[in-house]
């Protein structure tokens, strides 16, 4: 799979169903965030090599699409069942470059599956419509054909679960599938596409481009990429939106998230607590459903709600990805936890209140990675910047709020609306809030909302652009075009050749 240059692992490309060298000569650095050392370089294509490899992915097309959907289906399942046989290989993989631990990455594969399992439908979800004799001895029927070769651009935070839930059904349907994944985390991507191989994928039907800028932008240039399914942060979402629709493209871009959750004065606390140290702080916050703020209701609800979570936080414990005893792993770069140092700091300077400092954790001390404990930020305000932003790393915050009417007003007004929950035992409460949220993934007592494989999956607001959903049904639609004929086989004798002027009616 890689090569070796200047003493540095140099991974590849992976074109026409082979592991092929990058020509472009760019590279960059891929960390692992546990050491913080250089494990690899990755190839960045350029434009030209994105333009030979969509030709490859072109040529795929036609075989792919008029092989069986019986036959594809059978391809699917071995690939389901190679990705089972290899979770270890592949959890370590995804340890390796993302820093997430071991049992988060194991969980990771386990909702990609998924993804995959839902894609085995794909004879079920393909299946069109027909209506017999709509007139004059004419049936009418629809088909959902395959689009032709479509792309997925991912981000680093999934190396695995993102990118199957992408692209297995585009496979399913039939299309030609052209991957760029997070230049951060190239080798999972690289592993799929062995995978993908030994369950007999047709050469050319699964490619992986890895890159930056240049190829993302090549690749929403060229004409003969039809769909693209993009996932990452919300500027560059927006961007690849407008720039996909411009050239004419089917886009459905998912961006990033601020995710509450609402404690009302009658929820279970401690059940609360329990959700919120998971859902904020589990993969070191770098989730796009993590949970962001909690959003107690009510003074007395703060007091004992943060009362009870401080201990909790306090407990908390940061590792290497193949720690045992690590709650959650180190962040991605040194970059990406600067970053979250200044939300921290600024806020602090705005009059948050620090519960919980992670700034410094005592691992830092024998270690390079790029470590950051939990942190917890009481009274944080709808005005600081730590609110209104998405924090991708683990500072999560409170914010306190005197009713539902003003959590869910709150909540509206934010700019993101990915996912959201509320705990509480009222079932008026959870209604009424079900019924006004502005958010597209919405939990009663659910720590993440995060919808099952056959499931749609989608934010609202700037957490999304374009229609179309990432798994559930959704994704046959996005990735096929509707057909629909209309056919008439009169009997020899009664051929009738007389031509109609008028506007075809049924009559
Ligand atoms: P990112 O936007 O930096 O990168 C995502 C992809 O876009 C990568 O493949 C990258 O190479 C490419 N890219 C980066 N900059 C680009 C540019 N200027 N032009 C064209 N392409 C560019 O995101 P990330 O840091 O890898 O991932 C984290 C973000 O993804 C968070 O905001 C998170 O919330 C979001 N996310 C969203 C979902 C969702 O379903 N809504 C799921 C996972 C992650």
């Known amino acids: 799979m890689t090569t070796v240059k200047s003493g540095m692992t140099t991974l590849t490309h992976f074109i026409g169903g082979e592991m092929k060298a990058g020509?472009?000569?760019?590279?960059?650095?891929?960390?692992?965030?546990?050491t913080g050392e250089v494990t690899a370089l990755c190839?960045?294509?350029?434009?030209?090599?994105?333009?030979?490899?969509?030709?490859?992915?072109?040529?795929?097309f036609a075989g792919w699409k008029n092989t069986s959907v019986g036959k594809r289906v059978e391809i699917l399942h071995r690939f389901r069942s190679l990705l089972v046989q290899e979770t270890d290989k592949l959890a370590e993989m995804i340890g390796l470059e993302n820093g997430k631990t071991i049992s988060d990455a194991k969980g990771e594969i386990s909702r990609g599956i998924e993804s995959?399992?839902?894609?085995?439908?794909?004879?079920?979800?393909?299946?069109?419509?027909?209506?017999?004799?709509?007139?004059?001895?004419?049936?009418?029927?629809?088909?959902?054909?395959?689009?032709?070769?479509?792309?997925?651009?991912?981000?680093?935070?999934?190396?695995?679960?993102?990118?199957?839930?992408?692209?297995?059904?585009?496979?399913?349907?039939?299309?030609?599938?052209?991957?760029?994944?997070?230049?951060?985390?190239?080798?999972?991507?690289?592993?799929i596409s062995?995978?993908?191989?030994?369950?007999?994928?047709?050469?050319?039907?699964?490619?992986?481009?890895?890159?930056?800028?240049?190829?993302?932008?090549?690749?929403?240039?060229?004409?003969?990429?039809?769909?693209?399914?993009?996932?990452?942060?919300?500027?560059?979402?927006?961007?690849?939106?407008?720039?996909?629709?411009?050239?004419?493209?089917?886009v459905a871009a998912f961006g990033g998230g601020k995710n509450h959750m609402i404690i009302m004065p009658d929820a279970d606390l401690d059940q609360a607590v329990n959700a919120f140290l998971g859902a904020a702080y589990g993969s070191a916050s770098q989730r796009c459903m993590a949970i962001s703020a909690a959003m107690p209701v009510g003074e007395k609800t703060a007091e004992v709600f943060v009362q009870k979570l401080r201990t909790r936080v306090k407990e908390l414990k940061v590792g290497a990805y193949n720690d045992e005893q690590a709650d959650f792993g180190a962040v991605i770069t040194q970059e990406s936890k600067?970053?979250?140092?200044?939300?921290?700091?600024?806020?602090?300077?705005?009059?948050?209140?620090?519960?919980?400092?992670?700034?410094?954790?005592?691992?830092?001390?024998?270690?390079?990675?790029?470590?950051?404990?939990?942190t917890l930020l009481d009274r944080v305000t709808p005005e600081m910047k730590i609110y209104r932003d998405e924090v991708f790393g683990p500072a999560r915050i409170v914010v306190h709020v005197n009713s539902l009417d003003e959590a869910i007003e709150l909540i509206n007004s934010h700019e993101y609306g990915n996912g959201v929950t509320i705990f509480t035992e009222s079932g008026s409460a959870a209604r009424k809030f079900t019924e006004q949220i502005e958010v597209g993934m919405v939990g009663v007592n659910v720590p993440i909302p995060i919808p099952v494989g056959y499931h749609n999956f989608g934010g609202w607001k700037r957490s999304k652009f374009g229609e179309g959903h990432m798994f559930g049904p959704d994704t046959v639609r996005f990735f096929t075009k509707t057909k629909t004929v209309s056919e008439k086989w009169p009997e020899a004798k009664a051929k009738d050749h007389k031509t109609e002027f008028a506007f075809p009616s049924n009559n």
């Open 194 to 250: 062995e995978l993908w191989k030994k369950a007999g994928l047709p050469d050319g039907v699964w490619t992986i481009i890895n890159g930056d800028k240049e190829a993302v932008d090549a690749i929403l240039r060229n004409p003969k990429v039809h769909a693209i399914s993009f996932v990452g942060s919300t500027r560059v979402a927006e961007y690849v939106y407008h720039e996909g629709c411009r050239n004419n493209k089917r």
């Open 23 to 34: 020509k472009s000569d760019r590279f960059g650095k891929v960390y692992n965030p546990s």
């Open 338 to 374: 600067d970053t979250i140092l200044k939300y921290i700091n600024e806020s602090l300077a705005e009059g948050a209140e620090l519960t919980v400092d992670g700034r410094n954790p005592e691992i830092c001390e024998k270690e390079n990675g790029f470590y950051l404990g939990a």
């Open 43 to 60: 190839p960045y294509a350029s434009a030209d090599e994105v333009n030979e490899t969509v030709e490859v992915a072109h040529a795929a």
């Open 116 to 191: 995959v399992d839902f894609a085995i439908n794909a004879p079920q979800m393909l299946k069109g419509e027909y209506s017999v004799n709509v007139g004059g001895d004419i049936n009418a029927y629809s088909l959902k054909q395959p689009l032709g070769v479509v792309a997925a651009i991912s981000p680093f935070n999934f190396p695995v679960m993102v990118p199957l839930a992408m692209t297995s059904m585009a496979v399913a349907v039939g299309n030609a599938v052209i991957l760029k994944p997070s230049e951060r985390v190239p080798n999972s991507a690289l592993f």
